[in-house]
């Protein structure tokens, strides 16, 4: 980090702060310090080192260096900045049924390495989705990514696991391991677009009342995309199946969302 | 085996056969015309793993086979080795399909998915990945009557089966034990179809094993094929069959298959039947089989071909003239359902009052069934 | 008052008819397995060597629809067959003669008191199987077997030998006799 010019805070949350700064090599560069206190926090940094270091996808960041020190318990990523503006604030470019199917559609292509690697990013949510000038979506902060194929750190006695609750699928929010996979993301995937469609979160108690947000996700009672006017049969189905309570009545792979996309939106997205 | 492989040439009936190791020895398997396995599943029926019951010792990569004396602890150690040698076998054998077999538990522990993926499901799945075949894979599930019926565990099968995108297909077995010849319980029916219609929303091949008449109430939810089996213990799945510690138990009562009442009639109503019944015959459909056995000299005994090989012909052909699509289908089996409850009522009528199985009592359970899969076909609104 | 088991009821039933049954010159047989049920009372009537007539006889305490369904199972190797329902609980057999009826299979009451009525009188026929009817035979021949060789017996078909005690029964299909039943001829 002494190496790096220009330095400043981006976000501060738990065992890891996040800064922005000017690397002599690689330009702009997002730093992650962590300060773990037990080995399962370094293992996790290690995780999402070791993940994005396999993952060669233009829309995730690169990661460039992963260091560790564990006589002062820190570790260091040093990533690239994605340049961009997070979807929340670009909402207004999402309007159109056709503009949100064209969001998923990138996002389903971003997410398609990862999904191939048996990586779930188990977080997609508006915070973590940025749009570059070119309207690229790219998709960052894979800090709970988990691996399928190795052993979950998370704490299995959690009622509810790791990820924000708002955008958790009903697997995440009862904990249930075993049944996160790509589907999982899909569900996100799901609430992100029906959020754009709407204009408010689908799963709201003010939309459609229940006790809070994870309740209504988990008991799969949200506002349908029907209720705009206007909307097709087709997104209507869409989202149907990707805010599925149960996994298995969503879409099965990467490749069968993708080809309802294609089938009812065709390829010029 | 010799029925049904004549069944298939000579009389056409089926697509394909299902080879039982258990009855079955290695070679004769191998020696199957190419033609015949090409269009063939075989079940590894690791059910009982320590079974060396019938032709499974033939089989080399059959754990018990592989580790006399096996013990559980020894399963996941050997189970690569079987694996491999077993997926090689399906392959080089040209089979349809690479079928990973399932085992069998009387009780299902908290982690009994888990338990499957790490003893046979992921080392048959390495399997496939190393001997690099391109075959379709079917996993095979026994769904026990608590995952049909209850929806929690239903849910959990389904999403354990659906996350798994390296297989193709399911080979199905729904386990029912029950004390009468036929399923009666509508709830199971109305289950069964549910988990069927799930894996093909998932764009799985589903192969229905075990079955009896019900397959023709399944394939309203679409599945790619249903099972005949020839004797009864073919038709309901029983881990009982695999158990080498299992007394033989007395021959079953000769039955024969009626296409019209969509059940196995005991012989003891047939002739029943035939004294006062007119047109008995055209209950029983027609096959090259009908006009011996209806003659007043067949010896009637559940050993005899006749009765299976009739069975072939006829539920073959019910099932090849099953409708398309399936909203059509399902309007066709209730026809069907309702035609065989006026029958019965016009034997009973006759005078012919037989017991509950041969009596038809199975078919209400399917119509509440139908509508119980129909509501949730509603409900889903997919 | 109720008989409170089939087996009171049995040893009952047997103790006030078997006179009768002797006095027609029939034979008795508790329980022979047929093959496809086990009938409470067979009762045999020969003539000569042969078995010319086989009633099949069904006790049930009161669960009448059972009993009907496995007597109308008897007739495909006996002329008749009987339900026997135990006279307290007569009436919802009763309330279902129509049933009874339908299927040609008698129905009849019994008490504590030996009295015996029937209610439904059974259709007398020829058995529905000749395969059954003969292995029944074979089964009575066992049962019966006090029976010497007798080459001048006319039977209609020679079915099998017991070997050990070359009893020869053979089984004459029995055609529609006259309107009094065989049953009824011996009830009380």
């Not at chain 1, 290690?46 to 995730?60: M, Q, V």
């Not at chain 1, 260091?67 to 997070?86: F, H, K, N, Q, W």
């Not at chain 2, 009896?212 to 790619?224: H, K, N, Q, R």
Request: glycine letters at 6%; a negative charge.
């Amino acid at each position: 980090m002494r190496s790096c010019e220009r330095v400043e805070e981006l976000k501060k949350g738990g065992q890891r702060t996040a800064y922005k700064a000017v690397h002599p090599e690689h330009g702009l560069v997002v730093i992650k310090h962590t300060q773990y206190q037990s080995p399962k926090t370094l293992e996790r940094v290690s995780r999402e080192a070791e993940l994005l270091r396999s993952l060669d996808c233009p829309c995730i960041p690169t990661l460039y260096e992963f260091m560790v020190d564990p006589s002062r318990r820190e570790a260091l990523t040093i990533e690239e900045y994605i340049p961009g503006d997070e979807l929340q604030a670009r909402k207004a470019d999402y309007k159109s049924e056709r503009q949100i199917i064209g969001l998923l559609r990138a996002l389903a292509n971003c997410m398609q390495v990862p999904w191939a690697k048996r990586v779930v990013h188990r977080d997609l949510k508006p915070s973590n989705i940025l749009i570059t000038s070119d309207g690229r979506p790219h998709v960052i902060d894979f800090g709970i990514a988990r691996f399928l194929d190795k052993e979950s750190l998370t704490n299995t006695v959690a009622m509810m696991g790791p990820g924000t609750a708002m955008y958790a699928a009903p697997e995440q929010l009862e904990n249930r391991k075993t049944e996160v996979d790509a589907r999982t993301d899909f569900f996100a995937l799901g609430i992100i677009a029906l959020e754009l469609h709407l204009g408010r979160h689908p799963f709201s108690p003010e939309a459609v009342g229940g006790d809070s947000i994870p309740a209504n996700i988990v008991s799969g009672r949200y506002l349908g995309p029907e209720t705009k006017e206007g909307t097709t049969q087709a997104f209507v189905t869409l989202i149907r199946r990707l805010l599925q309570v149960e996994p298995y009545l969503r879409f099965r792979t990467p490749a069968a969302l993708s080809a309802y996309l294609q089938t009812h939106w065709g390829c010029d997205l | 085996m010799r029925w049904n492989i004549d069944s298939f040439q000579s009389d056409q009936v089926g697509d394909g056969l299902i080879i039982s190791p258990l009855n079955c020895k290695a070679e004769r398997v191998e020696a199957l015309p190419v033609g015949i396995r090409r269009c063939s599943i075989f079940d590894p029926q690791f059910y009982l793993p320590k079974s060396q019951k019938g032709k499974l010792a033939t089989y080399p990569f059959f754990p018990a086979t592989r580790c006399e004396g096996l013990a559980t602890s020894d399963l996941e150690k050997i189970m690569e080795h079987c694996a491999e040698e077993c997926v090689r076998f399906q392959v080089d054998s040209d089979f349809e399909y690479v079928v990973i077999p399932t085992r069998y538990l009387d009780a299902l522990p908290s982690n009994y998915l888990q338990q499957l993926d790490e003893q046979i499901v992921n080392p048959f799945l390495e399997a496939v990945r190393a001997v690099g075949s391109d075959k379709p894979v079917l996993l095979t599930v026994i769904a026990k009557a608590i995952q049909v019926t209850d929806s929690d565990q239903r849910d959990a099968l389904l999403n354990w089966i659906t996350g798994k995108d390296d297989i193709d297909g399911v080979y199905l077995i729904l386990e029912n034990a029950r004390l009468t010849k036929q399923i009666k319980d509508a709830d199971f029916l109305a289950g069964a179809l549910k988990i069927i219609h799930a894996l093909k929303l998932n764009d799985l091949r589903v192969v229905v094993g075990y079955n009896s008449t019900e397959g023709i109430l399944y394939s309203i939810a679409g599945p790619d094929a249903v099972a005949m089996g020839c004797f009864e213990n073919l038709r309901a799945f029983s881990s009982r069959r695999f158990d080498t510690t299992r007394i033989h138990s007395r021959s079953p009562q000769p039955r024969l298959y009626s296409p019209k009442l969509l059940q196995w009639i005991e012989y003891a109503y047939i002739e029943a039947l035939r004294e006062r019944y007119s047109g008995w015959e055209s209950l029983f459909g027609e096959s090259p089989y009908t006009s011996l056995m209806f003659r007043p000299d067949f010896a009637w005994n559940s050993r005899r071909p006749e009765l299976y090989r009739h069975y072939f012909f006829v539920f073959s052909d019910q099932v090849r003239t099953l409708a398309d699509p399936l909203s059509e289908r399902q309007r066709q089996v209730e026809a069907m359902v309702d035609e065989a409850l006026g029958f019965f009522d016009t034997i009973q009528q006759a005078g012919i009052y037989p017991d509950e199985d041969s009596d038809g009592s199975h078919l209400p359970p399917w119509i509440g069934a139908m509508e119980n899969y129909n509501r949730h076909l509603k409900e889903l609104g997919l | 008052m109720s008989f409170r088991t089939e087996d009171e009821m049995s040893s009952r039933f047997l103790e006030a008819l078997v006179p009768k049954i002797e006095r027609l010159g029939a034979w008795y047989l508790r329980e022979i397995d047929s093959g496809i049920g086990i009938p409470d009372y067979l009762l045999v009537i020969t003539s000569g060597r042969a078995i010319s007539y086989i009633v099949g006889v069904e006790l049930k305490l009161r669960n009448w629809r059972r009993g009907l369904l496995q007597a109308f199972r008897y007739r495909n190797f006996t002329n008749e067959a009987y339900v026997v329902i135990d006279r307290d609980h007569i009436e919802p057999a009763l309330a279902n003669r129509q049933h009874f009826l339908r299927a040609g299979i008698g129905l009849a009451s019994f008490d504590e008191g030996g009295v015996f009525e029937i209610h439904v009188v059974a259709s007398p026929g020829k058995p529905f199987s000749k395969l059954l009817a003969e292995r029944i035979t074979v089964r009575v021949s066992e049962a019966l077997s006090d029976f010497d060789w007798d080459p001048e017996m006319t039977s209609y078909e020679f079915v099998r030998t017991n070997s050990r005690r070359r009893s020869l029964i053979g089984f004459r299909e029995y055609l529609a006799k006259d309107a009094l039943s065989t049953f009824e001829a011996i009830k009380v």
